[in-house]
């Protein structure tokens, strides 16, 4: 998020975009295991940019991309790029993620504006039957109390009680 920040800020040169990646990734996430994942993500959001702020421009018709906080715009386009361009990332997963980095990162009531857009582009997702396949998985439970949960046999119906006839 940092380095689209940047990049954005900056007015959006590509040029310099791999010197901000390694920049952000040394001062921010030395030990990071996975730096070419930070890169490819930056990179396709970057590639997929014009196309992203399409989406939220039409999901978010009252404030002009230009507008938007530069922080929430770039929340929104990590978002969206997840939501709809990753066939890795399930969706809920990605609005999910962006909703907490608007809480984190943005204003007081960024999380509620990024939750509204990323679930208006869900449900048109939907509604369109544009879900992902991996929307279609069934994730395992995330805790150990949702797994033990979910383990357990169901237990036996009920059986109905005679009517009565008296």
């Excluded at 890169?39 to 992203?52: C, E, S, Y």
């Amino acid at each position: 998020m940092q380095s689209l920040y940047q990049w954005d800020f900056n007015g959006k040169q590509n040029e310099r975009l791999p010197e901000i990646i390694e920049s952000n990734l040394q001062e921010f996430a030395p030990d990071f295991d996975d730096k070419g994942f930070a890169i490819a993500l930056v990179d396709n959001i970057v590639a997929k940019a014009p196309d992203i702020d399409k989406l939220i421009a039409a999901f978010a018709p009252d404030w002009p991309i230009e507008q938007i906080t530069n922080v929430d715009r770039n929340i929104l386009r990590i978002g969206v790029y997840e939501l709809k361009f990753s066939e890795a990332i399930p969706s809920k997963v990605a609005i999910n993620e962006a909703i907490e980095l608007a809480k984190t990162f943005g204003g007081e009531s960024s999380g509620r504006f990024v939750n509204g857009v990323l679930g208006a582009i869900y449900k048109d997702m939907v509604a369109k039957n544009e879900t992902k396949e991996v929307d279609k998985i069934e994730h395992p439970p995330k805790n150990a109390a949702a797994a033990a949960e979910a383990a357990m046999p169901a237990p036996e119906p009920e059986k109905p009680a005679a009517p009565d006839k008296g």
